[in-house]
């Protein structure tokens, strides 16, 4: 395209050529005021002295035009796949890219949005979409923006006119006016819960075109019965649910579908409470004064998280010597108090080298195994007392006791080892010091000869006969360490060994320590992926059925990465809790925002885009009336009207090629010039 233009390129200044002007003006004008002769020719030549100073030139413009640009944002976020909006947003860009082929001079660039995994990027993000590709555009080659949405943008700018957006904002709303929608939505729920107590969840149930009847909401905690609930939409709801036990308590809410409704995704909510314990109390009994009694008492004070009660038995009431009682500085054990009106209040019961002895006779035992059945713990740590006649495993306790023991006490060096079932139990597994085929803690040197009955053995000793067995029995359960060596590991002896990693967890699997389970199901978010880890005592797991935010489910198969560990990681594709299952276990695991926006509101809608289209002078527009036609339209003129919208047509060009032509640089113009001075001397010589 050639381009054809007057431009000057004076000789002097312009203001010493306008001040030369301004002389000759005066001069010319005194001249006529004198009615001399010679007025025009002088005025001419005057007009062509100062045309010879500004030194006017042809130029001559070799151009290429510029497109207009113009911007499409795609909505592929999870609520457009509700309703058929997905096919619908596809042929709407299809006919977008056809209209603007048609159109002169002008180029489409395509973006697509998809809804984040994060906080930080949770829901659709249009318009931070839109910002990132009007940075590689010329703010005077930008024709507009469409978006093709359903309208459920969650950074639209609080004010638009601020925006930034150099040009009309259209909006394409891929949905329908008639849309119908039930949701559940959460107005309050704890994230932490103490064990044993009912925390309070408040709800609602909302509708869109709905009949606004009262409708049956379930609420199930964990593996209980689900409660049934009439509720009114719109109505506020408050609802006690249970703490059952530490870790995950997971609460679903559920609400039928309404009939003819654009998705079923946000009909329930689940919601995790993190069960914790108040104060744990522990019960320590030690039936005689032994080097290792201290290392129990030290490890259970140690924890601000235990009130421990602790007695030693110094003088059983059998014992007689004939000192007064009056003069025996002991403490009254209050036997009733502690093993019949109280028991139940302890989480742990510790039998430290206890013998059987008239202070604790066998009704207190049977009411101690019945304890155990009912959800306690004991922990029996022996040494020869649990061999002899008067051990603890000829009491009521047998009911309860893992390992029967022989009546032998075995006496030699021997480092304790971990067993294949102790290399998958939490509490010995990757024990440290237990690394290779020897460990590299010190040795014992004494153990009591069982006969494991039930349970598991984690740890074994001399002869490869049990050192430590954990199991359960009925609610309860029950752990038997079967040496009082341990304290050497504390005095350091051989390098020593973790006796107080080890006596730790051992305790806190007793009281039901979460991250201590032998058989469970967790998920974690590394990453952009979703990490599943299996903790099981068998030899394979099985797969794990992986239910989306969205209600789409897949399976995710384990490998096994160490003893009693198998894993799986999965790219995570949606923000929100991911529902974790293999058929025995349950568990849930947040991947990016919990609460994510992205499926809270599913109904299209023309609100939240309306403002940023009318304060750049576009429009928001449904598909499923028609397809607007496009058109470019001049700057400054309207943008948008019925059944069309408008691109801003821009006339931007690119100079390839200049070429300038002085005017008083040729021969002619030197001849008029002299021409026009000679008139004028001729005109005064007459």
């Known amino acids: 395209m050639t381009s054809w233009t007057l431009a000057f390129d004076p000789v002097l200044p312009w203001a010493l050529i306008a001040g030369l002007a301004a002389i000759g003006l005066l001069l010319v004008a005194a001249l006529a005021m004198a009615r001399s002769r010679g007025v025009p020719l002088r005025a001419l030549a005057l007009a062509l002295l100062v045309a010879a100073l500004a030194n006017p030139t042809i130029r001559n413009e070799e151009r290429e035009p510029l497109t207009d640009i113009a911007v499409a944002v795609i909505d592929r976020s999870l609520s457009q796949e509700s309703a058929g909006r997905a096919a619908r947003t596809a042929e709407a860009e299809a006919a977008l890219k ?37 940075a590689d555009i010329p703010p005077e080659r930008f024709a507009g923006a469409l978006m093709i949405t359903d309208g459920q943008v969650h950074d639209a700018p609080p004010d638009a006119s601020r925006a930034g957006i150099g040009g009309p904002l259209h909006g394409l709303v891929t ?47 964990g593996r209980g019965e689900p409660m049934l609930l009439e509720v009114t939409p719109g109505q506020a709801i408050q609802v006690q649910v249970p703490v059952e036990h530490g870790g995950q308590n997971i609460v679903e809410i559920g609400v039928p579908p309404l009939e003819g409704e654009i998705s079923a ?108 059945e009912d959800g306690g713990a004991v922990l029996i740590a022996s040494g020869p007392d649990l061999a002899d006649e008067d051990g603890l495993y000829y009491t009521p306790l047998s009911d309860i006791i893992a390992a029967a023991p022989t009546g032998q006490v075995l006496e030699g060096p021997f480092k304790p080892e971990l067993t294949p079932q102790g290399r998958k139990h939490p509490v010995t597994h990757e024990l440290p010091g237990s690394e290779g085929e020897t460990p590299s803690w010190g040795r014992w040197f004494r153990l009591v000869d069982t006969t494991a009955i039930t349970g598991d053995t984690v740890m ?38 973790p006796q ?103 109904v299209a809608t023309t609100e939240i885009l309306a403002p940023a289209a009318a304060a750049t002078g576009g429009s928001v527009q449904w598909l499923e009336d028609g397809m607007p036609q496009l058109v470019k339209v001049d700057a400054g003129r309207q943008m948008a009207g019925s059944g069309w919208m408008g691109l801003r047509s821009n006339d931007e060009h690119r100079v390839l ?13 030197l001849a008029v010039l002299l021409l026009g001075l000679g008139a004028m001397w001729y005109r005064e010589g007459r």
């Open 98 to 134: 056809e209209a603007v082929a048609r159109l002169p001079n002008t180029e489409l660039r395509t973006v697509e949005v998809k809804s984040g995994i994060g906080p930080e990027d949770d829901g659709t993000r249009a318009f931070e979409a839109l910002n990132r590709a009007l």
């Open 175 to 221: 949905g329908s006016k008639s849309e119908r929608d039930r949701k559940v939505v959460l107005d309050e729920a704890p994230r932490f819960g103490m064990v044993g107590q009912d925390q309070t969840i408040a709800f609602r149930v909302e509708e869109v075109n709905g009949p606004g009847e009262p409708v049956s909401v379930t609420v199930t905690a």
């Open 265 to 372: 995704q946000n009909n329930r909510v689940v919601t995790v409470i993190e069960g914790v314990r108040d104060r744990l109390r522990v019960l320590l009994v030690s039936g005689e004064p032994h080097p290792g009694e201290r290392t129990w008492r030290n490890l259970l004070k140690a924890d601000a998280s235990v009130d421990l009660v602790h007695f030693t038995i110094l003088r059983p009431p059998e014992k007689q010597d004939g000192t007064p009682t009056k003069e025996l500085a002991l403490i009254a054990f209050p036997t009733r108090e502690l093993f019949i009106d109280k028991l139940d209040e302890f989480d742990l019961v510790i039998f430290d080298r206890y013998r059987r002895q008239t202070v604790l006779p066998a009704a207190y035992m049977s009411n101690i195994a019945r304890y155990v």
């Open 460 to 497: 074994a000793g001399l002869e490869e006969k049990p050192l430590l067995v954990l199991a359960r029995q009925g609610e309860g359960r029950v752990a038997q360490l079967l040496s009082d060596q341990g304290w050497l590991w504390a005095r350091g002896f051989e390098g020593g060994g």
């Open 500 to 602: 107080t990693e080890l006596l730790r967890r051992i305790a806190h699997w007793l009281m039901k320590e979460p991250d201590l389970e032998e058989e469970a199901l967790e998920g974690r978010q590394s990453g952009g992926n979703l990490v599943i880890e299996r903790r099981t005592m068998a030899d394979e797991a099985e797969p794990v059925t992986v239910t989306l935010p969205s209600g789409k489910t897949g399976k995710a198969e384990l490998r096994e990465i160490s003893p009693g560990r198998f894993q799986a990681s999965i790219p995570i594709t949606e923000a929100g809790l991911h529902r974790l299952t293999d058929g025995k276990l349950d568990a849930v695991a947040a991947a990016g925002s919990a609460d994510a926006r992205e499926m809270s509101s599913l």
């Open 657 to 669: 090629a200049v070429s300038d032509t002085p005017l008083f640089a040729t021969l002619l113009s």
